[in-house]
T-cell receptor, first 114, second 112 residues
Framework: DGGITQSPKYLFRKEGQNVTLSCEQN?????MYWYRQDPGQGLRLIYYSQIVNDFQKGDIAEGYSVSREKKESFPLTVTSAQKNPTAFYLC????WGQGNTEAFFGQGTRLTVV | SQQGEEDPQALSIQEGENATMNCSYKTSINNLQWYRQNSGRGLVHLIL?????REKHSGRLRVTLDTSKKSSSLLITASRAADTASYFCATDGLDSSYKLIFGSGTRLLVRP
């Protein structure tokens, strides 16, 4: 089945540790995105990538890093510099072709700092 | 900063009633989209309206777009308990291709 997969579903991190969230898509989409969602809030854009080996900062990039070495993969690293990382993280992809910007979302990773 | 802001933040209605939620945005856009999110899950795309369109329908959904007021509305007719979810608008700006920005969302509760 085609889709976008995030793993793990739940992740626990000790303070001071870096952790990496996985996002893989087999939809052949060029664009990929990472969003953060806090309880009862909307989605805030962390990073986005239009094409392999290229990515841009979103509105809340501080304390996060990404890579886009393959079209299918867009992992997000939450670094120790992120002071309040506990949140729900959502990955999305989009074909962005012919004005069709519909985004497909993974099921999310819930990160908790312990 | 978030591009879109939804209103109301929360809405509670009886099954069978219509639900209307609004979205305002700040900059010129290419498209505006509406998404639905069930609690603790990813978002699901509902409908896209282009900047040169004024109204669009999909099943029980009706979306309007007023670019002069930088606002959109989503109407769900004959609501069902299964429509209970959060609804978000999303925009991609003319000057920021690929950058998809979401609003703060409306939490809809449909009481059986």
């Amino acid at each position: 089945d085609g889709g976008i997969t995030q793993s793990p579903k739940y992740l626990f991190r000790k303070e001071g540790q870096n952790v990496t969230l996985s996002c893989e898509q087999n939809l052949n989409h060029d664009a990929m995105y990472w969003y953060r969602q806090d309880p009862g809030q909307g989605l805030r854009l962390i990073y986005y990538s239009q094409i392999v080996n290229d990515f841009q900062k979103g509105d809340i990039a501080e304390g996060y890093s990404v890579s886009r070495e393959k079209k299918e993969s867009f992992p997000l690293t939450v670094t120790s510099a992120q002071k309040n990382p506990t949140a729900f993280y959502l990955c999305a992809s989009s074909s962005w072709g012919q004005g069709n910007t519909e985004a497909f979302f993974g099921q999310g990773t819930r990160l908790t700092v312990v | 900063s978030q591009q879109g802001e939804e209103d109301p933040q929360a809405l509670s209605i009886q099954e069978g009633e219509n639900a209307t939620m609004n979205c305002s945005y700040k900059t010129s856009i290419n498209n505006l989209q509406w998404y639905r999110q069930n609690s603790g899950r990813g978002l699901v795309h509902l409908i896209l309206i282009r900047s040169n369109e004024r109204e669009k329908h999909s099943g029980r959904l009706r979306v309007t777009l007023d670019t002069s007021k930088k606002s959109s509305s989503l109407l769900i007719t004959a609501s069902r308990a299964a429509d209970t979810a959060s609804y978000f608008c999303a925009t991609d700006g003319l000057d920021s291709s690929y950058k998809l920005i979401f609003g703060s969302g409306t939490r809809l509760l449909v009481r059986p």
